[in-house]
Every structure is written in structure tokens, then in C-alpha cells.
């Protein structure tokens, strides 16, 4: 053992035996004591560096007897030396190796080290070779076992950080770029450099410190600038990083400033455009007097719809503002757009002799109605063509001037009025003196004239004006305005003289804009004795209730002078809009200001658009033309009642009612009783005055090809069919066609129907009884009513049939006599009322001609009809899809056939589980 506590049991032969023991021999071990007892347990401390031994003579004792003694002998190891030498502190992240040598230098030697993570060496370090900051711990073992456990110590240095932006942003070519650097250790050192960048005309740098330096970008495009920074700590770490920053040239807008004209109620679009990448517009825009829309702002581009409310135009300024990557153009940037005024047009709508209103109007189909229309802008192509002529030949004619002292002020001067003595030198009279010569001024038409002159007067002429009287521009299309004039330049005397046209308008409250500047004078301009003429067009001035026009002489002393003659206003005035109307789901247009009788066949917007013929500025307005769906008329009939007829009801209530059945009106009420088979029409109007129409044929119609419309099929005849041969001049021939005329020139007449369709053309036998036509009904119910029905025409005025018919062979119902009918005119024979059928269950229906004569006895026959007014005896035999099971689905069959409208019957059957 090495420095450890003993620990030896002693045991006896005999029974209660106790030890007592003395230390013999010690071998420079200390802490080995004699004692009593039945183990020896001493801390014992072999100070050396080489193994020593210890001997104990232990004697047993019982009942007073002590035995043989008994040597015990330890050997006491000596303890390992471990020195540690924690490794030097490191930079991070670090990496230490624990099995480095130097850390355990001056250690006993050969000693086994382990490495742990705790005092209690029970967690190894997985790779001691490369550790980082921390604790750990080395454990030394000897040969023989012996160990000791110290810690090692793994400390290192944090590496310096940038805390400032490592983007930052963006700046201003040909500006300062400025950065402040910041660590997070404190004394940290910056180092940084850029190199050469593409587009960057500043050459590489570099230094220390904050970077302070300016950048120009030549393109027209952001460029990004890479700055590589280098950080030491103040305990020697490096750190390496970049930061990064976009160069930008100022934004500059490209796109026009001015952007046109726009008619008021019509979007104005304006998209900005800017050779730099990535530029950013903002734009505002205030109010403007005479413009509808409230101050906006936005970005990007415009398009907003700008409604002017005025006659006149008005200029509207949104102001753009451009940035690039946090480079901002302090240069704010006006685009103008002047807004036309557009016709403010109105339309009402209006039903025949009711009142016109606006927005919308409800119709019945087939219904019309009128349209009307206006505009706020007149015809005034008559205004007059003059608004100002001055020639100033007899007084000043209402032009003022405004200034205080009467020698440095506009005034009335005449032709051949001394301008100012001069001298004047040819190059030949240099050498023999110059004699004076006197210029006279002469206007355009030799008179009087409007005439400053600071040559002949002393003093500074400042402002002086010369101001027009008022005129108004309303309603005109175009203005020019012209004079003549002298405009003689000092010259850059005295002073700097100059002289300005200029014009004012007054706002629609009453008050005066500021004078602005039409043009400006700075250099002579035509001659004393030869006045130059100027015109201008001044369009802009249009629309305003009062204008003012002055000339203003300013800034001369002893100078030269201006004169002004034949001043005018012209101008040409506004032609009358012109309208038209269209409409949204059709091609109707019109050009009338209010058309009349206009009948859409469905819901309809009208809107008529007047456009003012001298700015082509349109103005628009609607209205809206519901026309209603008509009434849906239907009809139930029931069966149910008195056998004698059937009652008709119309489903829905309405205002009015009419019946009607071929061509006869049979009543104006909701219901209607019938007798007769056949098809009744009805037509309501509702309360909007509506009209509609709805048709119901109350009985089966039995009759196969009754119309005649399948041609001369399904019945029987003992006349000869002629159809398509034209020819029908024999008697006992027949054809089924459109047109009688087309088969004899003697015959004439069209269908019963429409007119168009086709009906059976007879040439009368002579004699009775030859079967015209004839059909055999089958599944007739016995004891039953039946109707029968059919229409008959002269085709031929001569001699008219006499038609019945004949059922099973018996002539019943009434006759269609057309004796003293005129030709094409139909005539219904019917059975009257009823035809009973008895026992018979079947009936052979004929149509006979009772009318003998040859000549003549030509007619026509159509729309043949037989039907019941009774419900047919229905019969019915209830059953079910199958035997079925308790909880399953049962299919019941109610087999019912014959009868008319559904029955409910109350009944049972019998089902079982």
C-alpha cells in the first residue's frame, strides 16, 4: 500500500480469544502504533520514495492464556508525485491537447495519466487531445496501484465582434459614406480596406479606424461596396469581416414634366421613369379650386380620374420626389397635366305622356319610351370675334397707367414725334466731325401710340405699367392676341432695362391671380420709324370671367423707351356639343338630342355622350331601361265539377282578364266555363300594365293530323289527291297545301291557323254523301260526352258547300253553311253540345258535303278536332316491388291508368314482415 490506513482482522482458534499487538519494525513508515483489539486499522505514511515495510507482533490471549505470537508485515508503497501546469490561455474557440507533456512536467516518472471530466474520475474525457475551455482532471497511477487525481485548467480568449451593422444602408453617390465601428470587446483595434470597384471612380483604400470617405458612382446604376475589416483584441485575437453598403446615383427623373392635356371624367395616367435601378417615386397632390378630387398622395405612377367642375382648363401639379437604396433627391419635381372641361351632360327617361326621370324606368316588353338629354355647354359660335381693338388714335381707350410721377409714365405719342437728337459717324466722318441727326417715330399706321421713353426723362422707371381694361373669355374655343410695337434696349446702361408682357385672371370668387409673365423684352426689338408686329396665342386664357393684359417697363434709367400700337384680342367661340346615343346590349344609335318612341326588347342602358367639337373632350350619362319579363300565364282546368262543363281558373291574380277561342272572346273574368273542346287563349294584364298570354287545350285531342300539318296523311277520303300537281280544276280532287290559289285560278284562301300552314283544298263532288275525309277513333269510353270540332272556307265564291259531320254513320253536331260567306273567311261547325257515346268504343268520324251542285262548291277544310270535356274512367291496381324484409324498402305502385288530373285515394295494403 501506499500512504493508506491498515485494515487486518484478527481471529481465534478459541472462542472469545481478544489480541494484543507490538510494532517490531517499522522501515521508516510512520503512524504504526501497538494496541489491543480485533484489528489493526492505522494510517500509515511511507515518506520515501522507495517501498518500506512494517511488522507487527500480534500475540493471542484467552482465558488468560496467551498464545504463539504471530508476525504481520505491510508494505507501504510510496505516494506519486503529480505536478500540473495549467496550459496557456488561447484565443477561441480553443483547442488544447491534455497529453501534452509540459502540463504534467516535473511529475514522478512513470506514472500512468488518465483524463476525466470529474474529481471523482468516474466520466472520461472522450478526446483529451483536443479540448476547449474548461475544467478537467489527470489522474496519476503508479505501478503498484498507487494514484493521485489533480485538475487542469483550460481558459481562453473570446474573439472580437463587430456590434455595428454589417449592412448598412445605402447613401448618395459623390457623399460622405461614415462608419462608426463598435466591438464587443472593449480596445479593439479596426483595420479596413476596399478594394477597386467597377464603376466607382474612387481609387482602393485603405486604414484605420472609422472609415470616412466619399464615393462617386458613374453609372447610372447602385453598386454595392465591399469593406474587408480586420479586428485585434487587446489580448491579441484576430477576427475577420466584411461589411457592405450600396453606392447610388441620384435619382434623376427622365419622363416629361409636362404631361399633355386629359379631359376632365377621363383617367389621367403618368408613369415616371428614372435611369437609376431601383428608384422609388412618391408624389403628392393639393387640392386644386374648380377640381372635384381631394389632395392625394401615392407612390410609383399616377392614375386617377380628374373631374373639372369649371368652363375652363385648369392645371393640376403633382409633385414626385425620388429615392434610390436611401439615396434621396432633394430636387422636387413638378409634373402638370391640364385638365379640359368636359360637357356635363344630364338624360331622363320617360314613358309617353308621363314625366322624364333620371337613373332608371321600368317597361313592359313591346312598351317604348322617350329619351332626353342636355349639356352645361352652349352654343356660342356667336360670341363676338373682337374682345379688345386699340389703336389709340383717339383716346386711350380704357388702357390705364399706374404710375406715380407724370414725366416716368406711358402716355399717348404721335407719328412724327421726335425720338431723341443722336450722333451718329460714318467711318469717313471720323475724320471731318459728325453732324447731329434727330429720328422721328413712325408707327405701323402712321398715328397715335402708347409711348414710355426714360431717354428724354431723368429718374429710374421702375414698374411702370401700362394696363388693358378687363375682357371676358368665356366660351370661346381659340384666342390670339397681337400689336405693334418698338422695344429699344438700353443696353446694360444704368441700370438693366427690361420690359414684360404679362396677363392676370380672376378666380371664380371674385378675386385676382397674380400677374404671370407671357414674354419678356432684353434686346431691341423693330425700329423708331418701322414698329414690329407680335402675336401670341393665348389659349390658356380661355374660360375666364375677367382677364387683364399689361405691359410693364421696368428697371431703365436713361435708358430708351418702348411704344406700343394696335393692340387685339381675337378669338373664335365654342361650337355646340355634339351628342350621341348608344346603347349597351344592342347596335342602336342615335344622334337627336332627345329620341323618341325607342322600344327595347330587353333591359337596356342608353347613354348619350356629348362632346365638345372644339377639345374633343367627352361627358357622359346614363339611364336604364328594365324592361319587366311578362306575366306567366297559366291555366288549370278542373274536371271535378258540374259534367256539363269544365271550369278554367288562371293560377295568378292580375288586373284584367280576357278569354278567347277562335277569335271570339268568351270572358273577362279569373274563371271561365267551357262546353267545348277545343284551346282557350287568355290574356291578363298586371299591375305594372303588363301584358301576357297563356293557352291551355282542355281536352286529349283524339285526331291524328287534324292541321293538315303532316300533308295528306292519316285519314281517309273519297276525293282524289292532287297535292303538288296544281291542278284542281276536276271536281272530287283534293290537295293538302298552303296557298288554294296555287290549284285554281278561280280558287283563293290560306290555312285557319297562321296563314302559313296547310289545310285540305277541295273541289266539290256534286251530290251527297262522298266522304271528304274521314278517321276511325279507337278506345272510345262507353256513355260518355265527346266534342268535335272543325273549320270550314269558300275557296270559290260560287255556289258554297254545306259541311257536317257524320259519326258511326249518323249526321250530327251543326252545319257550316257558307252560303253568303266571303271567300277566306273560316267557319266552325262542331257537335252541338255533345256527342254521347253509348255502348260504342269506337267511333268513325266523317266530314260530308250537303251541297249537290257541280259548279262551285269549292272549299276548304282545317284544324279537325275530337276530344272528351269528361275524365276518362281510370282504373287502378296498387302493388309493390317484392316480398320484403322487417326494416327494408318498400316500392309501392299505384298502376293506375286512365282518368285526368291526380287523384289521392284513401286506402290500405296489406303488408306482412
Known amino acids: 500500500m501506499f500512504r493508506g490506513s491498515t485494515n487486518i482482522n484478527l481471529t481465534g482458534t478459541v472462542s472469545g480469544t481478544s489480541f494484543k499487538w507490538t510494532v517490531t519494525s517499522t522501515g521508516g513508515i510512520t503512524g504504526a502504533s501497538e494496541g489491543t483489539g480485533n484489528k489493526i486499522q492505522q494510517i500509515l505514511l511511507n515518506p520515501g520514495t522507495t517501498p518500506g515495510t512494517v511488522t507487527y507482533k500480534v500475540i493471542p490471549v484467552a482465558k488468560g492464556c496467551e498464545g504463539a505470537p504471530v508476525n504481520v508485515i505491510v508494505t507501504v508503497n510510496p505516494t506519486p508525485e503529480l505536478v500540473i501546469t495549467n496550459p496557456d490561455t488561447v484565443c477561441s474557440p480553443a483547442q488544447v491537447d491534455l497529453t501534452n507533456a509540459d502540463i504534467t512536467a516535473g511529475s514522478t516518472t512513470g506514472l500512468a495519466l488518465t483524463y476525466w471530466n470529474n474529481e471523482a474520475a468516474t466520466s472520461s474525457v472522450q478526446n483529451p487531445q483536443n479540448v476547449g475551455p474548461g475544467t478537467y482532471y489527470i489522474k496519476a ?116 414634366l409636362n404631361a399633355g392635356s386629359i379631359c376632365s371624367g377621363l383617367p389621367f395616367e403618368y408613369t415616371p421613369t428614372s435611369l437609376t435601378g431601383g428608384t422609388i417615386f412618391k408624389w403628392s397632390r393639393a387640392a386644386v379650386e374648380g377640381i372635384s378630387n381631394n389632395a392625394t398622395s401615392g407612390t410609383g405612377g399616377i392614375n386617377e380620374t380628374l373631374v373639372n367642375t369649371t368652363n375652363q382648363i385648369l392645371g393640376v401639379t403633382y409633385r414626385y420626389i425620388l429615392a434610390s437604396n436611401n439615396c434621396e433627391n432633394p430636387q422636387v419635381y413638378n409634373v402638370t397635366v391640364t385638365v379640359t372641361p368636359s360637357p356635363d351632360t344630364e338624360v331622363l327617361v320617360a314613358k309617353a305622356g308621363e314625366n322624364p326621370v333620371s337613373n332608371e324606368i321600368e317597361i313592359c316588353p313591346g312598351g317604348s319610351v322617350n329619351l332626353f338629354s342636355n349639356t352645361s355647354f352652349p352654343n356660342e359660335s356667336n360670341v363676338p370675334s373682337v374682345l379688345i381693338n386699340s389703336n389709340f388714335n383717339n383716346n386711350s381707350h ?62 429710374t422707371f421702375s414698374n411702370v405699367n401700362l394696363v388693358s381694361p ?123 338630342i332627345n329620341p323618341t318612341n325607342i322600344s327595347p326588347s330587353q333591359t337596356t342602358v342608353y347613354t348619350a355622350t356629348y362632346t365638345d367639337p372644339g377639345t374633343g373632350c367627352p361627358g357622359s350619362d346614363s339611364v336604364k331601361v328594365i324592361v319587366r319579363q311578362p306575366p306567366a300565364v297559366t291555366i288549370t282546368p278542373n274536371y ?16 284584367s282578364y280576357m278569354w278567347e277561342s277562335g277569335g271570339e272572346i268568351l270572358g273577362r273574368g279569373r274563371k271561365l266555363e267551357v262546353e267545348i273542346a277545343s284551346t282557350y287563349s287568355l290574356t291578363v294584364i298586371d299591375e305594372f300594365g303588363c301584358t301576357g298570354s297563356g293557352s291551355i287545350n282542355i281536352s286529349d285531342e283524339l285526331i291524328v293530323n287534324g292541321d293538315f300539318e303532316a300533308g295528306a296523311s292519316g285519314f281517309y277520303t273519297e276525293y282524289r289527291n292532287r297535292t303538288g300537281s296544281g291542278d284542281l280544276y276536276p271536281e272530287g280532287d283534293f290537295a293538302v297545301d298552303r296557298d288554294a290559289r296555287a290549284y285554281h285560278n278561280d280558287f283563293n284562301g290560306k290555312d285557319h291557323t297562321t296563314g302559313n300552314g296547310r289545310f285540305m283544298i277541295i273541289n266539290g263532288a256534286p251530290g251527297t254523301g262522298k266522304v271528304i275525309w274521314r278517321q276511325t277513333i279507337e278506345n272510345i269510353q262507353p256513355n260518355t260526352n265527346y266534342y268535335f270540332n272543325a273549320w270550314g272556307m269558300n275557296v270559290n265564291p260560287k255556289t258554297p258547300a254545306r259541311l257536317q259531320f257524320r259519326v258511326n254513320g249518323q249526321a250530327t253536331g251543326s252545319i257550316a253553311d257558307l252560303r253568303g260567306r266571303p271567300v277566306g273567311e273560316w267557319v266552325k261547325f262542331y257537335s252541338n253540345p255533345f256527342w254521347n257515346s253509348g255502348n260504342a268504343t269506337s ?12 259548279d262551285g262548291n269549292d272549299f276548304g277544310l282545317d284544324d279537325i278536332s275530337f276530344g272528351t270535356l269528361e275524365p276518362i274512367v281510370f282504373s287502378i291496381d296498387p302493388d309493390s316491388n317484392s316480398p320484403h324484409c322487417s326494416g327494408g324498402t318498400l316500392e309501392l305502385y299505384a298502376n293506375i291508368t286512365g282518368g285526368g288530373n291526380q287523384y289521392n285515394l284513401p286506402g290500405q295494403m296489406e303488408m306482412g314482415k
Open 141 to 256: 497511477t503508479t505501478n503498484s496501484g498507487c494514484a493521485v487525481i489533480k485538475p487542469v485548467t483550460v481558459v481562453e480568449n473570446p474573439l472580437p465582434q463587430l456590434t455595428s451593422a454589417l449592412q448598412v444602408p445605402g447613401f448618395c453617390s459623390e457623399t460622405a459614406f461614415e462608419y462608426i465601428f463598435s466591438s464587443n470587446i472593449p480596445g479593439t483595434e479596426f483595420n479596413w480596406s476596399r478594394a477597386e470597384i467597377s464603376g466607382i471612380s474612387t481609387p482602393p483604400n485603405s486604414g484605420s479606424g472609422n472609415i470616412n470617405e466619399v464615393l462617386v458612382n458613374f453609372t447610372t446604376n447602385p453598386i454595392e461596396v465591399v469593406y474587408d475589416v480586420n479586428l485585434v483584441s487587446p489580448t491579441g485575437c484576430f477576427y475577420s469581416t466584411q461589411i457592405k453598403t450600396t453606392v447610388t446615383p441620384t435619382p434623376l427623373l427622365n419622363s416629361a
Open 470 to 592: 378687363t375682357f371676358n373669355t368665356q366660351n370661346y374655343n381659340s384666342l390670339e392676341l397681337s400689336f405693334w410695337h418698338v422695344y429699344k434696349d438700353g443696353g446694360g446702361g444704368t441700370l438693366d432695362d427690361r420690359g414684360y408682357l404679362e396677363f392676370r385672371t380672376q378666380r371664380n370668387s371674385g378675386t385676382w391671380n397674380g400677374w404671370l409673365e407671357l414674354d419678356d423684352f432684353r434686346s431691341s426689338d423693330g425700329e423708331a420709324n418701322n414698329f414690329m408686329k407680335r402675336t401670341y396665342s393665348i389659349n390658356n386664357l380661355i374660360g375666364f370671367r375677367n382677364v387683364q393684359i399689361r405691359f410693364r417697363y421696368h428697371n431703365a434709367n436713361n435708358d430708351w423707351y418702348w411704344a406700343i400700337d394696335n393692340f387685339s384680342i381675337t378669338g373664335t367661340g365654342t361650337a355646340a356639343p355634339e351628342v350621341e346615343w348608344t346603347a349597351d346590349v344592342s347596335e342602336w344609335t342615335s344622334t337627336e
Open 843 to 854: 267511333a268513325v268520324l266523317e266530314i260530308i258535303n250537303l251541297e249537290t251542285i257541280r
Open 640 to 655: 271535378c265539377g258540374d259534367s256539363r262543363f269544365i271550369e278554367l281558373i288562371s293560377d295568378n291574380e292580375y288586373v
Open 398 to 459: 380704357g388702357w390705364t397707367t399706374e404710375q406715380q410721377y407724370s414725366n416716368r409714365r406711358w402716355r399717348l405719342g404721335n407719328s412724327q414725334e421726335e425720338v431723341a437728337s443722336a450722333t451718329t459717324c460714318t467711318l469717313l466722318q471720323l475724320f471731318f466731325g459728325c453732324q447731329p441727326q434727330t429720328t422721328y417715330f413712325q408707327s405701323n399706321d402712321n398715328s397715335q401710340f402708347f409711348l414710355v421713353n426714360s431717354n428724354t426723362s431723368s429718374g
